[in-house]
């Protein structure tokens, strides 16, 4: 899947002559962590978000109580930057420029990596200089959550329902066929044999209970420990 399979489409943006108070409202009001910023010609400039918010002098969270080392140290410089960032009303102060975006081409994976490595919420989807959509946590979630509920759980063919089960395995490197038989009848997966970690049992048990056509697993796989000996049978 890519981006323009989960993206909200058409995105909210701002202007970056906005003002501050505009900027909240509209996230307060749509119940968004950050909002694209866009010039006159609705070309993408920034993105504004709830971290670019944390330090104000509103709330007292700007950075006045640093020591005067600390501030002296810094140069005039950053601290003119810093108060401009604690005290502007506008969205063009504040707005972060260099917005990290994606295509309606970018795979999921990708998308989901920068928001890992970023450690951002939400992702503008850019033609051009345009901001065509974004693409948010919330998207990923309702994705994941329509993949869930669509997929069939009974009146399958079970030879097709083994065969998938079993293409889906074959793809796993934690996968063995030795010591392990997996048989489906009624929609109903029977799972038997023995493994040497509880968590290849419960991997297998997953991969069953999520196959087209699975009505039900049953689980009756036994964990053979190699280093103590133990045995510990399914449920």
Do not use: C
Not at 34 to 56: A, F, N, Q, S
Not at 58 to 79: A, I, K, P, Q
Not at 155 to 163: I, R, Y
Not at 215 to 230: A, M, Q, R, S, Y
């Amino acid at each position: 899947m890519n981006a323009r399979d989960v993206m909200t489409r058409p995105a909210t943006t701002l202007r970056a002559d906005a003002s501050l108070g505009e900027a909240i409202e509209l996230m307060l009001g749509r119940g968004i962590s950050g909002v694209p910023i866009v010039d006159r010609y609705g070309r993408l400039v920034g993105v504004l978000t709830e971290g670019d918010l944390l330090r104000r002098v509103e709330v007292g969270t700007d950075d006045r109580h640093r020591s005067g080392w600390w501030t002296f140290l810094r140069g005039r410089g950053v601290n003119a930057g810093e108060y401009v960032r604690t005290h502007s009303r506008r969205v063009e102060d504040l707005m972060t420029r260099k917005a990290i975006t994606v295509t309606e081409g970018t795979p999921l994976e990708e998308v989901v990596e920068l928001m890992e490595r970023k450690r951002i919420k939400r992702l503008p989807v850019v033609q051009g200089d345009e901001v065509v959509g974004m693409v948010s946590r919330a998207d990923l979630l309702r994705a994941i959550g329509a993949e869930l509920s669509s997929v069939a759980r009974s009146g399958d063919d079970d030879a097709k329902t083994l065969g998938r089960l079993h293409a889906e395995l074959d793809q796993q490197p934690w996968f063995t066929a030795r010591d392990v038989s997996i048989s489906v009848k009624d929609g109903i997966v029977t799972l038997e044999g023995i493994v040497t970690d509880e968590r290849m049992r419960a991997a297998l048990r997953v991969a069953a209970e999520n196959v087209s056509g699975a009505i039900k697993v049953e689980d009756e796989i036994v964990v053979l420990e190699p280093n103590t000996g133990l045995v510990s049978a399914g449920v």
